[in-house]
Structures are given as C-alpha cells and as structure tokens.
C-alpha cells in the first residue's frame, strides 16, 4: 500500500490504463475486462484489475491535472512495479481537420510547466510517446476504421483557459487537441524506462463550440480503450 493507493502488492498489473475520472475506470474496467477485482478505493480514486484476452490489465482514475496524474504514476511505478502507462481520456479539439469523436494519438506533448519542471531548470524538455506503443495504436485505429490523429498535443494547467493568444498560436502550429495530464506522464515514463502513451477521443472542440453530451460520452470512448488495449499488447 502507498499513501494514495490502497492496493496490496501483485494487485496492479505492470499494464495501466490510467483514466482522469474514477467512474470512467469502473466503467471500462467493466466493459472491457474479465474477472475484475476494486483494487484501490483510497480518496474515491478507483482502480480494478482484470484480464484482457488473458492479460493482466489495471485500470486506474488519475484525477485531472498534472499534479494528480504524477501522485499515481509516481506510485505505479516505484511501489507497484507498471511499466506500461496509457492514458486514456478527453481532449478538446484544436484543428479544422479534428471532429469530436475522432480518436488523438498524442506523439508529443507540450506545456507551459509541469510538476517536473523543477527538475530540468532551464532546459525546454520535449515529452513525446513511446515508439512502440504509438506505431502499435496506429495500427490498432487502422484496423478498427477509427478517424484517428497522430501529432503533438497541449497538456495545459488550467480547466478555465483565459489565454486566446496561445491558443491561436497553438492552432497556428499544428496542435492537435488540448487535455491536462499527458505532458507530465510521458516525463515520468522517460525518467523510469516505462512505456507511456495518451489515446484521447475528442469531446468538445475549441474552434466550433461542438461538444459531446454526457450520455453519449461512454459509448463514444469504447474505440479508445480498444486502440489503447491492443497497443499495450500488440
């Protein structure tokens, strides 16, 4: 047990997918996996583990942010031993070319900080994906038709943005979407040797005002979890 994960060692799989909300991990793990087991309740951030085409697989809520996605992935992989960390959440559509419901595969992610910023000073480290998780959920979308795109992303720090000149310059180059979490775990992943990857379905779009509606939000992650899961294992 660590001081925000109540699971007892072997519980965690050294496969993660690690949503934002907790729910959202229920859900999935319950759609998705076989023999599933709450693993972690702590703080209401739940967590299951179960089986997938007969691999060990644990699901994991991370909260929203940077801050509390490093908490868990920080626990994960020092106490609990993961080596693959895929998150799999929402994003918010940045390009004409991206339509909500389209599936992000974030090859890089930038950031005006992180929790880790400490640490490189002055330098402007560059997050990106692993290769070999990135090239496995290509694959996977490809073979599942999924509309899907691969490029950079905007981990941001606040929910509430009040910076529209950032964001016309982010437009201006390319960024594909913006969520809040994924800079911050493909720095933790680096540092560790760990595999790390953000699959995101696009649930609302900053340039057109379209958003998804809370009910159709779960049917519409389903391919994301899939491409996420035949990634980690493909």
């Known amino acids: ?3 925000h994960i109540g699971a007892q060692p072997g519980d965690i799989a050294e496969t993660v997918l690690l949503p934002g909300d907790p729910y959202r991990a229920k859900w999935a793990a319950e759609t998705f996996l076989k023999d599933v087991v709450l693993v972690n309740e702590v703080r209401g951030m739940l ?4 089986t997938w085409n007969g691999h060990k697989v644990t699901i994991q809520g991370s909260g929203m942010g940077m801050p509390s996605l490093s908490i868990y992935v920080n626990e994960l992989i020092k106490d609990y031993g993961a080596k693959t960390l895929i998150r799999i959440g929402s994003c918010g559509g940045m390009q004409d070319s991206v339509a909500v419901r389209d599936v992000i595969l974030a090859m890089t992610a930038s950031s005006l900080s992180t929790p880790s910023r400490g640490i490189f000073r002055e330098l402007n480290y560059a997050p990106s994906a692993d290769w070999s998780l990135l090239q496995a959920a ?12 691969v490029g950079g992303i905007y981990s941001s720090d606040v929910f509430y943005d009040e910076r529209p000149d950032l964001n016309e310059q982010m437009v201006r180059h390319g960024i594909l979407g913006v969520e809040m979490e994924a800079a911050e775990l493909y ?7 760990c595999r790390a990857l953000a699959v995101l379905t696009v649930s609302d779009h900053l340039l057109t005002g379209e958003a998804l509606p809370s009910d159709q939000r779960e049917t519409s992650f389903g391919d994301m979890v899939e491409i996420a899961l035949n990634a980690a294992f493909g």
């Open 1 to 3: 047990m660590t001081v």
């Open 187 to 193: 720095i933790l992943a680096a540092r560790h040797k």
């Open 47 to 50: 967590g299951f583990t179960g």
């Open 138 to 149: 290509v694959k996977a979308a490809e073979a599942k038709g999924t509309t899907t795109h």
